[in-house]
Nanobody, 122 residues
Framework: QVQLVESGGGLVQAGGSLRLSCVAS????????VGWFRQFPGKEREFVAV????????YYTDSAKARFTISRDNAKNTVYLQMNSLKPEDTAVYYC???????????????WGQGTQVTVSS
């Protein structure tokens, strides 16, 4: 079992930055790939980025690639999503999730956090 807790969301002006954190507890966190996802009101949750268990491989959607960076510190059981040059259309609830395999895209993950709200004002 892996428990995930996101933090770092909030209200930011367009052009600003936020760093989201996903802190894990439970067994063998360093064995899991971790993804970030977001969900717009009334829409399905969508994939944003993923990082492999060892932190070597990453994968992003095209829209995230230019402005977001995913990283992890396994000594702290934490995965980060640095978001720069934020836009109002980035406003969503952001979730992290863990999966045994490194999968490019998709939302079929084993464990999920509760989400953190990101609001970008224009």
């Amino acid at each position: 079992q892996v428990q995930l807790v996101e933090s770092g969301g909030g209200l930011v002006q367009a052009g600003g930055s936020l760093r989201l954190s996903c802190v894990a507890s439970g067994q063998s966190f360093s064995s899991y790939a971790v993804g970030w996802f977001r969900q717009f009101p009334g829409k399905e949750r969508e994939f944003v980025a993923v990082i492999s268990a060892g932190g070597i491989r990453t994968y992003y959607t095209d829209s995230a690639k230019a402005r977001f960076t995913i990283s992890r510190d396994n000594a702290k059981n934490t995965v980060y999503l640095q978001m720069n040059s934020l836009k109002p259309e980035d406003t969503a609830v952001y979730y992290c999730a863990a999966h045994r395999a490194f999968v490019r895209g998709g939302t079929d993950y084993d464990y999920w956090g509760q989400g953190t709200q990101v609001t970008v004002s224009s």
